[in-house]
């Protein structure tokens, strides 16, 4: 294994253990505390910091790739783009004659699993 993806997975990792556990301790405080707007507001969107660690983690490894790889991760990234920008529209479609409200929040988790859709089927293509 590169030493570029030894470090993608050690950076990508503690960032999502970081992200649980700042999701985990912010819940639980807020659920137990009264706590004024202002400090829900810095405890709610504490997560983001771990996520933007992710981030850096992706594009540090993005980085690394020769052109084949990135070529590969661009058509993922594209898959999942059009898998969710597609799915959304159509969802809003649905949203009109009474569905459920689709929250803002899954969106990201969609992207994720869409893009990990995506690159087993570059995986496949570029056998």
């Known amino acids: 294994m590169k030493q570029a993806t030894k470090t993608y997975y050690k950076n990508f990792f503690l960032s999502m253990a970081?992200?649980?556990?700042?999701?985990?301790?912010?819940?639980?405080?807020?659920?137990?505390?009264e706590v004024a707007m202002w400090l829900q507001v810095v405890l709610?969107?504490?997560?983001?910091?771990?996520?933007?660690?992710?981030?850096?983690?992706?594009?540090?490894?993005?980085?690394s790739l020769d052109e084949l790889q990135r070529q590969q991760a661009m058509e993922a990234v594209l898959?999942?783009?059009?898998i969710v920008a597609f799915g959304t529209f159509t969802y809003g479609f649905l949203e009109g004659i009474g569905f459920p409200r689709l929250d803002t929040?899954?969106?990201l988790p969609l992207m994720t699993f869409a893009w990990g859709?995506?690159?087993?089927?570059?995986?496949?293509?570029?056998?």
């Open 117 to 127: 859709f995506g690159r087993a089927i570059t995986a496949r293509k570029y056998k």
């Open 44 to 63: 709610v969107l504490l997560p983001v910091v771990p996520a933007l660690m992710a981030l850096k983690a992706e594009l540090t490894y993005y980085r």
């Open 79 to 82: 898959i999942a783009f059009l």
């Open 105 to 107: 929040i899954f969106i």
């Open 18 to 33: 970081l992200y649980m556990a700042t999701v985990l301790a912010t819940v639980y405080y807020l659920r137990n505390n």
